[in-house]
């Protein structure tokens, strides 16, 4: 038993806290997998971090269905992302990188916090338009937390409000609302088809297109493009 132990310990090992949660969001998430390769590699642990916790958080809502279950576990993510920013060593992989990309970020902190409270409302909230904000909410902080720490200016009013869309399509596409979702995509399309390669990653994020393995060479030249 202990030889397996330490042959576990040892296979982790090989592999970084990075390449972890990378690999995780490649199984769950493979487009923002793809998405996250059209960014410089010095930013994009980042950004991995944030579409790693996105990730924890969409899991606890599906393999969970009791509130008082939900609320300690997100209350667990709440100050588990405090403290590890604080500088409190975690075994998450997650939680490392936090700790060693974010050290002493308050700024970053409180917004982790509430984003995570914005979470929470959407899974417990049981009114239908309530529920649809309170998304809507979340992928708003968590663009302007993803724009902040990739250190993207947008100064173009036609940029915001092309990204606005696309993640008003996104919470209604979340819902089935497809006939809203595929109105505002086309009007966000319409405002920027081709963003700046610096701007392309927050379109990627939060567009209707999916990066798919059967079709990833295409769809790789497509993006090299800057269509999203």
């Known amino acids: 038993m202990e030889e397996i ?3 576990l310990l040892n296979q982790l090992s090989r592999y970084s806290d990075q390449d972890l949660i990378e690999n995780e969001i490649k199984l769950n998430y493979y ?19 944030i ?4 990730l ?8 969970n269905t009791e509130k008082n279950i939900l609320i300690l576990k997100f209350d667990w993510w709440r100050i588990a992302c405090t403290q590890s920013i604080e500088g409190k ?21 409180d917004k982790l916090v509430y984003l995570i409270d914005l979470f929470q409302k959407y899974s417990l909230e049981k009114n239908d338009k309530l529920k649809l904000k309170y998304y809507y909410q979340y992928l708003i902080l968590k663009n302007n937390i993803i724009t902040s ?4 200016l947008i100064s173009d009013s036609k940029i915001n409000k092309a990204l606005r869309l696309a993640i008003i399509s996104k919470t209604y596409e ?6 809203v979702a595929y109105f505002c995509m086309n009007k966000a399309k319409y405002l920027c088809k081709k963003p700046k390669r610096e701007y392309l990653i927050l379109f990627l994020l939060s567009s209707s297109f999916r990066f798919e393995k059967r079709f990833i060479v295409k769809q790789l030249f497509y993006s090299i493009l800057r269509y999203w």
């Not at 579409?51 to 996105?54: C, G």
């Not at 720490?149 to 993207?152: A, H, N, S, V």
């Not at 979340?174 to 006939?179: E, R």
């Open 5 to 7: 132990y330490v042959l």
């Open 31 to 49: 487009h923002y997998y793809i998405s996250s390769l059209f960014i410089k590699s010095n930013k994009r642990s980042k950004l991995l971090c």
């Open 51 to 54: 579409l790693s916790l996105d």
């Open 56 to 63: 924890e958080l969409n899991k606890i809502l599906k393999f």
């Open 89 to 109: 060593d975690f075994s998450v992989p997650l939680l490392r990188l936090f700790r060693k990309l974010f050290y002493n970020n308050y700024n970053l902190k």
């Open 149 to 152: 720490l990739l250190e993207i």
């Open 174 to 179: 979340k819902f089935n609302i497809n006939k």
